[in-house]
C-alpha cells in the first residue's frame, strides 16, 4: 500500500474512537453483573482452579471493541487515490534569438567577456522554454540563421555552445540582424511571436533599415524585446590583434549603445527595452523575458479511488458473528 496516496475522506468520524476506552472500562467494571451467582455453605468440596475457557471469557468483550473500532474507521471512508496527470499546451511561442557577435562583443566589462557572459544565460533560457520553438540568428556586419526555429533543446544548445567571433564581416548591421529574425517567424503559425534581439553597439552597417525591419515585426504581430548589453562609462574592448601572437590586443573605450533604436523598437512593437550592465542584471533580464512570455499549459488530473471501508465493514460483520456463536456455543455455561 502506498501510504503517500491514502487519505479518509471524513476523518472528522476518527474521534469516535475516544469512546473505545469509556466502553472498555464499563464492561470490565460490570461484567461481574452478567454472571451467576451461587451461594452455598462451604467450599471445601471444591477446587478452586478456573478453567481456561473461564480465563479467555474477556476475549468476547475484546472482539466487540474491535467490531466497533472498525465499524468507526469505515465511516472515516479510507481509501487510496491514485492521481494521473495530463498536460495540453493550448499557447505555443516561436522564439527568435538575435545575438550580436560583433568584435565589440568580446568586452570584458561582464566576465569573463560579453559574448560567452550572454551563451551562458541564454541557454539556461532555452531550458527553462521546455514547450517552446527557439531559432538562433546572429548578427555582426551581416547576419544569417544559426538555427531555424524548432523544437530540439539540445540543437539550441549546442548552436548556442558554438557561437564565436569572426565569422562574419565586422561591423553591427542591427536591421539586418531583426530583418533576419522577423523573416524566421513570418510564416509561424504560432499565437505568440517572439523575437529578443541583443546589442552591443550602434547600427553602423547594413542594407536594412532597423525602422524597415521594426514595422515588418509589427505587421506580422511579432513583439521584440531589446537588450543594450554594456557597462555605463568604459570597457576593455579588442582592437587590434598581436602580430607575433596573434592574440587579441585590449584597451579602454567608452561604451556606445543606441539604446534609442531600441526603445523605439521594443515600444514600436509591444515589447520591452533592458539594458545589461553586469552578468547579473543580464541573467535577470532573461528571467523576466521568461515569467513575461509564458506559455499556456492546461493540467488535467485524474482520480481514481480505491475504496477500503467495505473490506472494514465485512471484518467487523465477521468478529460480530464471531462473538455471537462463541457466546452461544463455547462459553455459553459461563455467560
Known sequence: MNWNNFEFLHPQFLWLLLLLPIIAVW????????????????????????????????????????AIALLIIALARPRIVAVSKRTKTNKGID?????????????????????EALKK??????????NDRIGIVVYAGESFTK??????KRIIRNT???????????????????????????????????IILLT????????????TATELAAGLGIKVYTIGLGTNGTASFPYAKDPRTGKLLFRSSPVEIDE???????????????????????KAIYNEINKLEKTKI???????YDEKYRELVLLALFLIVLEFVLKNTIFKSFI
Open 160 to 194: 548556442i555552445a558554438n557561437i564565436k567571433w569572426g565569422e562574419l564581416d565586422g561591423g553591427t548591421a542591427i536591421g539586418m540582424g531583426l530583418g533576419s529574425a522577423v523573416n524566421r517567424l513570418k510564416g509561424s503559425k504560432a499565437k505568440s511571436k517572439v
Open 200 to 211: 552591443d553597439g550602434v547600427n553602423n552597417t547594413g542594407f536594412v533599415d532597423p525602422k
Open 260 to 282: 534609442g533604436l531600441l526603445k523605439y523598437i521594443a515600444k514600436e512593437t509591444g515589447g520591452r527595452y533592458f539594458r545589461a550592465t553586469d552578468n547579473t542584471k543580464l
Open 27 to 66: 464492561y470490565f467494571l460490570n461484567q461481574k453483573k452478567d454472571a451467576s451467582t451461587l451461594s452455598v455453605s462451604s467450599l471445601k468440596g471444591f477446587k478452586a482452579s478456573p478453567s481456561l475457557i473461564s480465563k479467555l471469557k474477556p476475549f468476547l468483550a475484546i472482539l466487540r471493541l474491535l
Open 95 to 115: 522564439i527568435v534569438m538575435a545575438i550580436d557577435v560583433s568584435a565589440s562583443m568580446l568586452a570584458r566589462d561582464l566576465k569573463p567577456n560579453r559574448l
Open 298 to 304: 492546461d493540467e488535467f488530473k485524474y482520480y481514481n
Open 121 to 130: 544565460v541564454a541557454t539556461q533560457f532555452v531550458n527553462q522554454r521546455p
Open 147 to 152: 538555427t531555424p526555429i524548432t523544437s530540439d
